[in-house]
């Protein structure tokens, strides 16, 4: 993914400096890529990808830093008629992989995801 698509892709950020990596790390949702994606937050370099449902919005944390929370927006924006995704990504941030979805039954569009 170019850089520019990256910029017009972030809707939530983070920079992460958890026990899982030994370097500072960006994480930044891509809504146009479908992805989360880790930086190098020195040099902007894209580290790794990974996989998330359909327009993700934005994320949390885990009260550990082990995983992250992604809301599967589903839709470009709010005037948009489709029902929307009902999904929240759990991303396992020391694998770099997706570790599974929440389903979240009849609710759409998750929005305004934080840790507790």
Wanted: charged share 20%.
């Amino acid at each position: 993914m170019s850089r520019h698509a990256a910029a017009i892709g972030v809707l939530a950020l983070a920079v992460w400096s958890g026990s899982c990596l030994a370097q500072d790390t960006l994480l930044v949702v891509h809504k146009l890529d479908n992805s989360l994606g880790f930086y190098d937050a020195v040099k902007g370099e894209l580290l790794a990808a990974v996989p998330t449902g359909a327009k993700p919005h934005e994320f949390a944390l885990s009260m550990d830093q082990k995983f992250a929370f992604v809301t599967n927006y589903g839709a470009d924006t709010y005037t948009e008629t489709q029902p929307g995704g009902n999904t929240i990504s759990v991303i396992d941030l020391r694998r770099r992989q997706n570790a599974g979805e929440i389903a979240l039954a009849e609710y759409r569009r998750p929005h305004g995801i934080e840790r507790g």
